[in-house]
């Protein structure tokens, strides 16, 4: 009405048509930036609103079902690794053999999508406060990781064969990828922890700066870049194939490019969607990565230096492939037990061995030795064992750590 009543003001004053539709235009594109302005600030207050209500008690996490398949997969892949053998049943042995032939590069993949989720965590929580907090980032993963480890490590002086000094002390202080564990199988804990330390102190050191993406995306690059310089360096000078596989500064290219396609999708998130789009490439770095990892074993000296670079691309192109993928939400029900198995996948990756190798012993004890039986039979201890951790120790402590350090940002896990 103000509008129209400023149009009859300027019709009355004698003005031309042509004036009255030119001052029309103009009041039009000004009405519209209002509008423009009134729906900005109404979706910011029901964002924050939002943000309110899914942040109640420090919880800020929604649970993203391509994600837990993206868990799922590489736990399967983990397990099979150390858990399947031959069992003489062509189906069931068709549906082991990638766990059985590359499955070491399901903890790989555990790097990629720990660097994607954490970078994510970091870079938002810099984006909207304009600084990061490395306590509280610090404090929340190691609630987040120790107590399911510490469970299992108490577990273990008590139940194990082994004496406590060839694993605890190693476990306690995170350094069991370099002083050698009889629990092997955590090492790659160690390198996660190490590198969020690592994260944390490069993100301290530039809270000073207005703008990090060049630094983080060259330095990231750089970091991808060395890695593999470094295996080579090793393997020249004596390293031997575990070390570079379990050692920090031998494998924390995963982890920087997980960290690199965060940064993607929060600067350039057109980029981020094209590449997802890409899927034909995807499918082919998969298939060639996959065949380069059959034809090169990790201990060999290609695999050692270049199959663990192979191994994360690959894992890159199927997290980029199944991430918010339509193919996944509208097969839901299909993919349900996939994610339902990643739901629980950490608290699997830490009770696997032990848990298979206590439902072998019990096995053997009333004559079930058939690996038709046994291998189901060690999957089926390693997921209910898992299960039971995570309801008894992981769901409560992550419960007890938003309460301790409440989340910041909002963000899909």
Known sequence: MLYEADIFAYASRGKSRTCTRISFRSRCRRLQKELALIHRCVIDRAGAHIAHDTMQDGRAFDRDQSLDVVRGIAILLAMGWHLNAYTGLPLLDWLLQPGRSFGWAGVDLFFVLSGFLIGGIVLKEREVSGRFDAGRFLGRRAIRLWPVVWVFLAAQLVLADKSWTTFLFQNLL??????????????SLAVEEHFYVILAVVFLLMNSLRDITRWMFWGLLGVIAIAPLLRAGGLLFGADYQALQWQTQYRVDALACGVLLSLVKLKWPDAFRALQKAWPLHVVIIGAGVAFLLLFEKDSELGATFGFTVAYLVSASLLLLIYKSEIIRRGGLFFRPLSLIGLYSYSM??????????????????????????????????????????????KPVMRLRDKIFPAKVHVSV
């Open 349 to 394: 990756y830490v009770w696997h061995m032990a848990a298979s190798n206590l439902a072998v012993k019990l096995a053997a004890k009333v004559g079930l030795v058939s690996p038709a039986i046994i291998v189901p039979l060690k999957y089926g201890a390693a997921i209910g064992v898992a299960m039971m951790a995570y309801y008894a120790v992981e």
């Open 174 to 187: 995170h350094v069991q990828n370099y002083w050698v564990s009889s629990i092997s199988h955590l090492w």
